[in-house]
T-cell receptor
Framework: DGGITQSPKYLFRKEGQNVTLSCEQN?????MYWYRQDPGQGLRLIYY???????QKGDIAEGYSVSREKKESFPLTVTSAQKNPTAFYLC???????????????FGPGTRLTVL | QKEVEQNSGPLSVPEGAIASLNCTYS??????FFWYRQYSGKSPELIMS????GDKEDGRFTAQLNKASQYVSLLIRDSQPSDSATYLC??????????FGSGTRLQVQP
């Protein structure tokens, strides 16, 4: 089955720890994204990558880091510098749309991170 | 002004009625428009995409786009209790990634 997988589903972090969230897609999409969603809030863009070995900061990149060494994978590290990391983290990927723009974007099932 | 605005709701409709969800956007250069459904505790699911003015129908769902007035809407016919969810409007302006509204919560009363 084609799709986007995220692991783990639930993650608990102690203060001062770095943790890495996994995101893999087998849809052959060039672009991948990380969003954060807080309770009752919309989606906020953390990082995005339009091609392998290239990524750009989104609106709330401070305290996060990413890598894009393979087309299929876009892991997100939540560092100890992120002061309030408890949230629902969503990975997404998208097709290339009309005139090179963005086509349809699909989401993985998400990782719920809680700081203890 | 937010780039993508939605009424947070809740929008309450009786079972079998038409639910009408609206979204306005600020960037006139916006190119692509999407509606997502998000159940509580789950990730967003793409239900409709629309790229040109007019209506696009898919089953019980119709997306309507009016670029001159800068709004996009989603109609859900014959609403079912299983349609109760938060509906997110997303717009691609050509800059980076999709910009999402904060969502409208829909409640379908049996």
């Amino acid at each position: 089955d084609g799709g986007i997988t995220q692991s783990p589903k639930y993650l608990f972090r102690k203060e001062g720890q770095n943790v890495t969230l996994s995101c893999e897609q087998n849809l052959n999409h060039d672009a991948m994204y990380w969003y954060r969603q807080d309770p009752g809030q919309g989606l906020r863009l953390i990082y995005y990558s339009q091609i392998v070995n290239d990524f750009q900061k989104g609106d709330i990149a401070e305290g996060y880091s990413v890598s894009r060494e393979k087309k299929e994978s876009f892991p997100l590290t939540v560092t100890s510098a992120q002061k309030n990391p408890t949230a629902f983290y969503l990975c997404a990927s998208s097709t290339r749309g009309l005139a090179g723009g963005q086509g349809e974007q699909f989401f993985g099932p998400g990782t719920r991170l809680t700081v203890l | 002004q937010k780039e993508v605005e939605q009424n947070s709701g809740p929008l309450s409709v009786p079972e079998g009625a038409i639910a009408s969800l609206n979204c306005t956007y600020s960037d006139r250069g916006s190119q692509s428009f999407f509606w997502y459904r998000q159940y509580s505790g789950k990730s967003p699911e793409l239900i409709m995409s629309i790229y040109s003015n007019g209506d696009k129908e898919d089953g019980r769902f119709t997306a309507q786009l009016n670029k001159a007035s800068q709004y996009v809407s989603l109609l859900i016919r014959d609403s079912q209790p299983s349609d109760s969810a938060t509906y997110l409007c997303a717009v691609y302006t050509g800059r980076r990634a999709l910009t999402f509204g904060s969502g409208t919560r829909l409640q379908v009363q049996p």
